[in-house]
């Protein structure tokens, strides 16, 4: 079955540190993944995908086929990081989105 | 043209009662997508449309739910009898052929 794992729900860091957000995925094939986020009062919003290979934001994240692995990183991590993050995969012919339960991502000054 | 946008924002609702949701897409999308996210769980598909056609239905979507997309522009989701394991954030999302998913900011619903 297709899936994806976020197995962090809270993840709270301090200003100025780095950040690593897990996402862990179920695909038979070849998988596009995605990071999506929502901040507060604010609706869904793309961050990244895999194949642009481009950093928003400071944020990473690489595509680990071995690992079955599409975390998300950020050297250091800055108060207005401080949102929901969704990890996604599309899924069949329609493109629709299997979605990760989500990590909420508090930053501390 | 903002993005896309749902109508309610909010809907309180008794149990049993009937609920009807509004999607209008960004106007050049012809590819529309309803979800389902309860607290505490990313969104879950329920179903998908490609110009008024609704080519794929999720196991979420019950008999008591039924989505429609009459001219290819906005799209409703009806849900009848509404049960409280309903209460949910309904989102809308729509984009063209190639391009990746934009997300309304969702209709919250709660039944009593």
């Known amino acids: 079955a297709q899936r994806v794992t976020q197995p962090e729900k809270l993840l709270s860091v301090f200003k100025g540190a780095p950040v690593e957000l897990k996402c862990n995925y179920s695909?038979?094939?070849?998988?596009?993944l995605f990071w999506y986020v929502q901040y507060s009062r604010q609706r869904l919003q793309l961050l990244l995908r895999h194949i642009s290979r481009e950093s928003i934001k400071g944020f990473t994240a690489d595509l680990n086929k071995g690992e079955t692995s599409f975390h998300l990183k950020k050297p250091f991590a800055q108060e207005e990081d401080s949102a929901m993050y969704y990890c996604a995969l599309i899924s069949g012919g329609y493109n629709k989105l299997i979605f990760g339960a989500g990590t909420r991502l508090a930053v501390h000054p | 043209d903002t993005g896309v946008s749902q109508d309610p924002r909010h809907k309180i609702t008794k149990r049993g009662q009937n609920v009807t949701f509004r999607c209008d897409p960004i106007s050049e999308h012809n590819r529309l997508y309803w979800y389902r996210q309860t607290l505490g769980q990313g969104p879950e598909f329920l179903t998908y449309?490609?110009?008024?056609?609704?080519?794929?239905k999720s196991r979420l979507l019950s008999d008591r739910f039924s989505a429609e997309r009459p001219k290819g522009s906005f799209s409703t989701l009806e849900i009848q009898r509404t049960e409280q394991g309903d209460s949910a954030m309904y989102l809308c999302?729509?984009?063209?052929?190639?391009?990746?998913?934009?997300f309304g900011p969702g209709t919250r619903l709660l039944v009593l």
């Open positions: 999302a729509s984009r063209k052929e190639g391009e990746t998913q934009y």
């Open positions: 695909y038979s094939g070849s998988p596009e």
């Open positions: 449309f490609q110009n008024e056609a609704q080519l794929e």
